[in-house]
């Protein structure tokens, strides 16, 4: 059974940057979209970002564009997202998610779920 792992959260000052990681075990992410969700506090999880199998095509949720970066390692079989020029609003537990076929906006469409990692943005 596939797992996702996701790092890299932690308290992080306003004005700088977040890099994520999202890293599988017991399987591999080669044939496997992977898309980027966050849940800030008392409001419902958001999409931000997927990329396709091979990396070729990225998706960004408009509010995210220009400040988000997502890429993957199929060889280290790991997914990152960059996070630049931090807001306290980006505060949340952040999730990564893998799914067959290529990126969804739907949450329904995604397998394989991590843990989430939380990330605090402080002024």
């Known amino acids: 059974q596939l797992r996702l792992v996701e790092s890299g959260g932690g308290l992080a000052q306003a004005g700088g940057s977040l890099r994520l990681s999202c890293t599988a075990s017991g399987g591999t992410l080669n044939y496997l979209a992977i898309g980027w969700f966050r849940q800030a506090p008392g409001k419902e999880r958001e999409g931000l970002s997927c990329i396709t199998h091979t990396g070729e095509t990225t998706k960004y949720v408009d509010s995210m564009k220009g400040r988000m970066a997502i890429s993957r390692d199929n060889a280290k079989n790991t997914a990152y997202i960059q996070i630049v020029e931090l807001k306290p609003e980006d505060t949340a537990v952040y999730y990564c998610?893998?799914?067959?076929?290529?990126?969804?906006?739907?949450?329904?469409?995604?397998?394989?779920w991590g843990q989430g990692t939380r990330a605090t943005v402080f002024a």
């Open positions: 998610a893998a799914l067959w076929g290529t990126c969804s906006n739907n949450e329904a469409h995604y397998v394989y």
